[in-house]
Antibody, heavy 120, light 109 residues
Framework: EVQLVESGGGLVQPGRSLRLSCAAS????????MHWVRQAPGKGLEWVSG????????DYAGSVKGRFTISRDNARNSLYLQMSRLRDEDSALYFC?????????????WGRGTVVTVSS | EIVLTQSPGTLSLSPGERGTLSCRAS???????LAWYQQKPGQAPRLLMY???SRAAGIPDRFSGSGSGTDFTLTISRLEPEDFGVYYC??????????FGQGTKLEIK
């Protein structure tokens, strides 16, 4: 089955760190760029970060640049998001997302998400 | 950064009616890089349309997309009860950044 499964979310205090993981299965992981998209409770979607299949191109939203680090391990079919200096406004459901092939820059496969709550 | 503004905020329609959702960009968007998603409560978003007017796999042909430049439209020709949810447009820009609109909530009467 083609799927993405996130893990690593939880309750964390402001200023602390957390690492999210995403396990991919059912497709050739290293054929695709991958991303993290988040959704605060009751709010819309916000793109967080993306990484190319070779890890040669990495981008971040301005709101997380310098605090979050995206990475991938193609041998393990896994995507990661290291989150540091967390803020209250980082509280959200974090989705692992696959970017579709052929350069259309749309997201064709989503995980169910992992919840991050930043609170003291 | 390109800002996408969707309208209306909420759309209430009956089954069988036609639904028209708008997405307006603060700067010109490359048509190949404009997509639409549907999200139902408690679920992840689902890709509906990519490259403005191409339907994603498994999407019924009552969904269609159009537009260019700064104005894009998602049309649902004959609404079905299962079409309720929140619809988001999304673009990819020259600064390698992605952005989403704030969403349109489609309510089925």
């Amino acid at each position: 089955e083609v799927q993405l499964v996130e893990s690593g979310g939880g309750l964390v205090q402001p200023g602390r760190s957390l690492r999210l993981s995403c396990a991919a299965s059912g497709f050739t992981f290293d054929d695709y760029a991958m991303h993290w998209v988040r959704q605060a409770p009751g709010k819309g979607l916000e793109w967080v970060s993306g990484i190319s299949w070779t890890s040669g191109n990495i981008d971040y939203a301005g709101s997380v640049k310098g605090r979050f680090t995206i990475s991938r391990d193609n041998a393990r079919n896994s995507l990661y998001l290291q989150m540091s200096r967390l803020r209250d406004e980082d509280s959200a459901l974090y989705f692992c997302v696959r970017e579709m092939a052929y350069g259309y820059h749309a997201f064709d496969l989503w995980g169910r998400g992992t919840v991050v709550t930043v609170s003291s | 950064e390109i800002v996408l503004t969707q309208s209306p905020g909420t759309l209430s329609l009956s089954p069988g009616e036609r639904g028209t959702l708008s997405c307006r960009a603060s700067q010109s968007v490359i048509s190949s890089y404009l997509a639409w998603y549907q999200q139902k409560p408690g679920q992840a978003p689902r890709l509906l349309m990519y490259a403005t007017s191409s339907r994603a796999a498994g999407i019924p042909d009552r969904f269609s997309g159009s537009g260019s430049g700064t104005d894009f439209t998602l049309t649902i020709s004959r609404l079905e009860p299962e079409d309720f949810g929140v619809y988001y447009c999304q673009q990819y820009g020259s600064t390698s950044a992605f952005s989403f609109g704030q969403g349109t909530k489609l309510e089925i009467k």
